[in-house]
């Protein structure tokens, strides 16, 4: 009998490929205040993630290559938008993510400096934002996201490595009833 | 009092809480719990965040006034364009903390929102003189924490 590699054996710890960095969070932050970017930047800095921020939701499109132009391999793990910003605002923003096929995946979060917009929470969660975050936003707002975030990738990372461990474990009985 | 006493003790031995218990009775009301916030993301990495962030609040700032005071001197008052202006404004008043300044914002917006002239100009000569005076002191504050 040939030797049948034990599921143990297989070094399958090592293939996260499909799960891009599960270190730093990329974030693509996206406001048309200079003051907000700057101070949003450091929040996310603060809670070690990898920041982008554009001054507009167009650039937004354009650096995730929703534009027509073919990015490259881009890995976001969360995106952060001002609600209103002149051109497209962050709800048409959120829509358009939401509309592609290799970006709705992506939780989309709201911000606003709005204190009357309880229409505007709704309406944003009704089309799929993650939350929505009133200005000036807080750290413990950011390090909340971050911990739900990587606890979902955890948590989806588990379930992948368990599925595989089942798929090994049911090959390796195959092969031993074969008795190959 | 007991408070007084343990501020004081710690305050032999960090600088830091002098300058901030003085800063709070010179600021008197012109910065509010936003600029704490802002002050708690330096480090020394990055010892002058918070400078930095007031630097690109003054530049945009500067371009508001300076946006709105064009505006208001065409004699005729386009309350949609001068309330998007002073939506911009009072939003970096808020990031920054400027809680006089933004208290003048908002109520400029109010009286752009029923239409109110008179308002808006008497409103805006205060914003003027609040958003000066905050620069001074901030620019005092930086001085002396160097």
């Known amino acids: 009998m040939a030797e049948v590699m034990r599921p143990e054996k297989l070094d399958m710890s090592n293939d996260t490929s499909s799960l891009g960095s599960p270190e730093l969070l990329h974030v693509l932050a996206a406001d048309d205040s200079i003051v907000d970017r700057k101070f949003i930047e450091r929040l996310l800095r603060v809670s070690s993630c990898k920041v982008t921020v554009v001054d507009s939701a167009t650039r937004a499109l354009q650096y995730l290559g929703l534009d027509g132009n073919h990015s490259f391999d881009l890995k976001i793990n969360l995106i952060m938008t001002d609600y209103s910003m002149p051109g497209m605002t962050g709800y048409e923003l959120l829509k358009k993510i939401k509309e592609s096929s290799a970006f709705r995946e992506i939780p989309v979060v709201i911000m606003s400096s709005e204190k009357s917009c309880l229409v505007l929470i709704g309406i944003c969660l009704e089309e799929g934002a993650e939350d929505f975050l009133l200005k000036p936003v807080k750290l413990a707002d950011v390090k909340r996201l971050r911990d739900s975030l990587l606890k979902a990738d955890e948590i989806a990372f588990k379930n992948i490595m368990h599925k595989r461990e089942l798929q090994a474990n049911d090959i390796y009985s195959q092969l031993k009833r074969a008795k190959i | ?146």
Do not use: W
């Not at chain 2, 830091?16 to 009775?25: A, D, G």
């Not at chain 2, 008197?28 to 719990?33: I, R």
């Not at chain 2, 330096?42 to 945009?60: C, G, H, I, S």
């Not at chain 2, 364009?81 to 914002?105: P, W």
């Open chain 2, 1 to 146: 009092m007991q408070r007084q006493v343990a501020l004081i003790k710690q305050s032999l031995f960090d600088q830091k809480i002098i300058i901030r218990t003085q800063m709070e009775k010179y600021m008197q009301g012109y910065l509010d719990e936003q600029f704490v916030e802002l002050e708690e993301l330096q480090d020394d990495a990055n010892p002058n965040f918070v400078e930095e962030v007031a630097t690109l609040y003054f530049k945009d700032s500067a371009r508001l006034i300076s946006n709105i005071e064009q505006a208001l001197e065409r004699g005729s008052f386009d309350f949609n364009r001068l309330d998007n202006y002073m939506h911009q404004f009072k939003g970096s008043s808020t990031s920054i903390g400027a809680s006089k300044v933004k208290t003048e914002c908002t109520m400029f917006r109010e009286y752009c929102r029923v239409g109110n002239a008179e308002g808006c100009l008497r409103t805006f000569k205060q914003l003027k003189k609040e958003h000066a005076t905050l620069r001074k002191k901030l620019e005092q504050y930086f001085q002396a924490s160097k």
